[in-house]
């Protein structure tokens, strides 16, 4: 056969060699040791929280060690693609913040070593498929759907391995002008790899995982499809390589396939990147893990990340600890820190299912807002809010000074207060601060009964002085208390608890909702003063 005759007839219009294209992407210049990484997420509109994770072990690689992280868009299954997909990738990782060097932006390309979206890329693909039909190593196939069913049949029938291989490639030794007379025929053609039929084993050593042994690969897997389109096995190896990705951050549902890509970096005569193969986020249901489905987990889609208002910090700072096994012991070791400081290492992960623990990520999520300043959280909830809640965007930016303030209640001190969980917990626990949104969503204590309620509002509202401070405020509301048979000391009421209507605990309370609606909230004193007199004065009259 000649084979250089056959490409020239499959690829008439390819005349740049591989050199061509090894000049066109030149090695990176890069400080020795430096990780080139990248994600290559598929458009389908659906960005999975497993796109995030290994962005995140992609971007702390690259920026760790002075190398380039990208965005290389994975379009080649068009059957999958959406209208605005790679928008919506791009815009997931911004919200989350991961900044990537080059890559595709919304609307083009950032970089040396683009096009970034592969069904751009089709005529780079097609000079290494045209070199490897020129070395006897692919060849076109013309096996339809139909024929491939009945290969199956029989293969599963005989309890043999499925695929196109040795005696079922029926188009491996097709001579030039069969193949000539297909294509003038109109028949497709998809370009396939000539597997070589072995029991020979492979060693790859993956970073994670270590040392991995498979079987070599033996398939006439399919390089390009009948669209000329790659299939992701070729398009990964020709990407990689030409944009000399150090290392390739994946899934472990792609470790199966891993022996075509051995094959192909060995028939490219190409040096392997180092592959990484994350395991699956999981989560817990009843006392077993299970795999996250994107049919019945909401929080498997980055969406929901977005849409509850999960800062970007806080998903990092989860993700590292669902990541790193040590990283909760440093945050603990360094509670100030930024977690980029953290060092991150690849040898420390598990490869046994990542769990995702909704729970978990709430109350880091506590931490991490705690930690912010006032400021920090009004321009980040606020620029949340300015997408997902306009309305109260809209309150929060009337109200800047007094919505600072009262983000200032609780701060600091040895025990500061966590209230704030995410964005959109935010709007409902802040709500009492404006007018607007103030409502009253719990009951009075029943020890205060409306006469009680009455004679306590009117008495609170004659000693009321806003300029007082916290102990004389308190001293008065002491006073009340004692005044309408209420125990001042809770204690003197568990005691005889005949003898009081109830204790100061049921007053503040009371107080308590009625200039907050709740009976949970941050401290009266403090409160009254974000709120500032009038409204403070207007929310008790609504009582008498
Ligand atoms: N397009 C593949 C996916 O979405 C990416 C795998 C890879 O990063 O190589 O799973």
């Known amino acids: 056969m000649d084979y250089n005759a056959l490409a020239n007839l499959l690829f008439p219009d390819v005349t740049a060699q591989p050199e061509d294209m090894e000049n066109r992407f030149p090695q990176r210049e890069l400080p020795a040791g430096a990780c080139v990484t990248r994600i290559g997420p598929s458009p389908t509109g659906f960005v999975h929280l497993g796109n995030l994770y290994n962005a995140l072990i992609g971007e702390r690689l690259a920026h760790q060690s002075g190398g380039v992280f990208y965005l290389r868009i994975e379009d080649t299954d068009n059957k999958r693609e959406v209208e605005g997909a790679v928008e919506t990738v791009i815009s ?14 919304s ?8 096009p ?19 070395r006897g190593l692919a060849y076109p196939c013309f096996l339809t759907a139909e024929e491939i069913d009945v290969i199956r049949e029989k293969q599963t029938a005989n309890k043999e391995n499925p695929g196109i291989y040795g005696e079922y490639a029926a188009c491996r030794d097709l001579s030039i002008d069969q193949v000539k007379e297909n294509i003038s025929a109109g028949k497709e053609w998809v370009l396939r790899y000539r597997g070589v039929q072995t029991d020979e084993y492979i060693a790859v050593e993956d970073a994670v995982r270590g040392k991995l042994e498979m079987p070599r690969n033996n398939m006439d897997f399919v390089l390009l499809k009948s669209d000329g389109i790659p299939t992701y096995h070729f398009a990964h190896v020709v990407d990689d390589h030409l944009m000399r990705s150090t290392h390739v951050i994946r899934g472990e549902e792609w470790l199966s396939s891993l022996p075509m890509h051995v094959e192909l970096f060995g028939a490219l005569g190409w040096e392997m990147p180092i592959y990484c193969h994350t395991a699956t986020l999981m989560k817990m249901e009843g006392t077993g893990k299970r795999k996250l489905s994107k049919r019945k987990d909401p929080e498997l889609a980055l969406s929901y990340y977005q849409q509850e208002g999960i800062s970007a910090d806080s998903i990092w700072e989860f993700l590292l600890t669902v990541l790193n096994s040590n990283f909760e012991e440093w945050r603990i070791a360094n509670p100030d820190a930024d977690y980029r400081d953290f060092p991150y290492t690849l040898e420390k992960m598990s490869i046994s299912g990542a769990l995702v623990d909704l729970d978990k990520l709430r109350n880091i999520s506590k931490d991490v807002i705690g930690r912010m300043t006032a400021e920090n959280v009004y321009k980040n909830w606020l620029s949340w809010c300015e997408e997902y809640d306009q309305t109260f965007a809209e309150l929060i930016k009337k109200y800047p000074e007094r919505t600072v303030a009262a983000l200032n209640v609780g701060k600091g001190g040895n025990k500061p207060r966590k209230d704030l969980e995410t964005w959109k917990q935010a709007c409902v626990f802040m709500s009492f601060y404006y007018d607007e949104t103030f409502t009253v969503a719990d009951e009075m204590p029943e020890e205060c009964d409306e006469e009680t309620r009455k004679l306590f509002f009117a008495k609170y509202l004659e000693s009321y002085d806003h ?3 916290s102990s004389a405020w308190f001293d008065k509301v002491k006073t009340i208390t004692d005044e309408l048979g209420f125990a001042v000391k809770p204690k003197d009421y568990k005691k005889n608890p005949d003898q009081f209507k109830g204790s100061i605990v049921h007053i503040t309370n009371m107080l308590r909702i009625a200039l907050t609606g709740r009976a949970n909230a941050p401290d009266i004193h403090e409160v009254s003063h974000v709120l500032g007199e009038d409204i403070v004065r207007n929310r008790i009259k609504n009582w008498l």
């Open 92 to 105: 997931a990782m911004s919200y989350f913040g991961v900044n990537f060097d080059e890559g595709a932006v």
């Open 107 to 114: 609307g083009g390309d950032n970089g040396n070593y683009g």
């Open 116 to 134: 970034y979206r592969q069904r751009q890329r089709e005529e780079i693909y097609h000079v290494f498929a045209k070199h490897l039909v020129q």
């Open 467 to 469: 300029a007082d401070d």
